[in-house]
């Protein structure tokens, strides 16, 4: 058997090795012609084949059996063969298919973006903008559960939870014991602990960046920013914990330091550290250092994904090349000032009101009331 096999995906020929998937072998291609995915994590082992968004057409199987595949496909579950040819985004059936897999998704996920604190960075948002319908055809009541405190930095919103598993893979692969996991079966599953536990595990944090929606946020930042309002930057720390490899993103407002994330890659998963391993943190770099000072600070974070983050920040590379001149270069000839001091042009706060200090949401009391 040969060790190379040639695929085509929407017109474009590339040569991956034997095993590879069609998804990865699309995210090669990269911008367009990869396929949406809202369970598949290429960090964690066993993921995708549950949401259907990542669906293409194989329109010719192989060089020996060049039958097109009668039905679409999950990418991230079917490996390419030697001749194959796939139509991703070229495909009509495609398009529609996953229309309707974000309908389906959006079933029961509740639309409160404005206040969700994943808007802005949320998978599913991104997915309904690019590949969704403009309007809902169902009235059924959505299923509703009341928010879940599941631990000291966690907080589970199943309303929005479209069960991916990827927060399970995570806790089972990254901490020394899972605690939560999907409860009942059908219309009641659910992602929940068994009799309230606590998720305390050194790693779990990670379940928060991994979580494509809102369901999973962390109660540190939890209302007290809007994320595009943010300034990300990369720093590290030599932290004590041999896993954990301190390279993190911090989400800075002014010098406040509102919330620590991994940094991730440009298809939204966690990025590949510099020591070759997945950048993964471990708690006490995400909740408990929350000061500049414990940070050795790199530079401005160059935003990869087309999110809202970028829009009007730090070009990166989807949609533009990297070394590229950011928007505001090219525009106005000069570099923006990244870390303004939001104090000294937002008459909203008090000056020495630090809100990514006080302990949950911030209210209308902790706001200039002029
Ligand atoms: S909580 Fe988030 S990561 Fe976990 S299954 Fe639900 S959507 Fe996926
Ligand atoms: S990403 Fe392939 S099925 Fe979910």
Avoid at 123 to 128: A, F, M, P, T, Y
Avoid at 342 to 367: C, L, M, T, W, Y
Wanted: charged share 25%.
């Amino acid at each position: 058997m040969a060790d190379n096999f040639k695929v085509t995906i929407d017109n474009i020929t590339i040569e991956v090795p034997a095993g590879t998937t069609i998804l990865q072998a699309a995210r090669q291609i990269g911008g367009e012609v990869a396929p949406p995915t809202m369970c598949y994590y290429s960090k964690l082992e066993g993921s995708g084949g549950k949401c259907r968004t990542c669906l293409v057409e194989v329109s010719k199987g192989s060089e020996k059996d060049p039958r097109p595949m009668p039905k679409l496909v999950a990418s991230c579950r079917t490996t390419v063969m030697d001749g194959m040819e796939v139509r991703s985004c070229t495909s009509e059936r495609v398009r529609d298919a996953r229309a309707g897999v974000t309908e389906f998704l959006l079933l029961n996920h509740p639309l409160d973006c404005p206040v969700c604190d994943q808007a802005g960075e949320c998978h599913l948002q991104d997915l309904s903008y690019e590949h969704g319908r403009e309007g809902t055809r169902t009235e059924f009541t959505r299923r509703t559960f009341e928010p879940e405190d599941i631990g000291p930095y966690i907080q589970l919103h199943m309303n929005r939870c479209i069960l991916c598993y990827r927060c399970v893979y995570t806790a089972e692969q990254l901490t020394q014991q899972r605690e939560h996991g999907v409860l009942d079966r059908g219309d009641h599953a659910r992602i929940s602990t068994c009799i309230s536990k606590a998720l305390t595990n050194d790693f779990i944090g990670n379940v928060i960046d991994v979580c494509p929606v809102g369901a999973l946020t962390d109660k540190t930042f939890r209302f007290k920013n809007r994320v595009w309002f943010t300034k990300p930057v990369d720093a590290h720390r030599s932290c004590s914990n041999p896993q954990c490899c301190g390279e993190v993103r911090l989400w800075m407002r002014g010098e406040e330091v509102y919330r620590v994330t991994a940094r991730k890659d440009e298809w939204g998963e966690v990025a590949t550290a510099s020591n070759g391993e997945t950048g993964w943190i471990c708690n006490e770099c995400r909740f408990e250092k929350k000061q500049v000072s414990d940070w050795v600070i790199e530079g401005p974070t160059v935003v990869n994904r087309h999110s809202v983050i970028s829009q009007g920040q730090y070009a990166g590379n989807v949609g533009t090349r990297p070394g590229q001149p950011t928007l505001i270069e090219a525009i106005m000839g000069r570099k923006p000032k990244y870390l303004l001091d939001i104090h000294e042009v937002s008459g909203v706060n008090p000056q020495d009101k630090e809100f990514s200090r006080i302990p949950g949401p911030a209210h209308s009391d902790d706001f200039d009331k002029k």
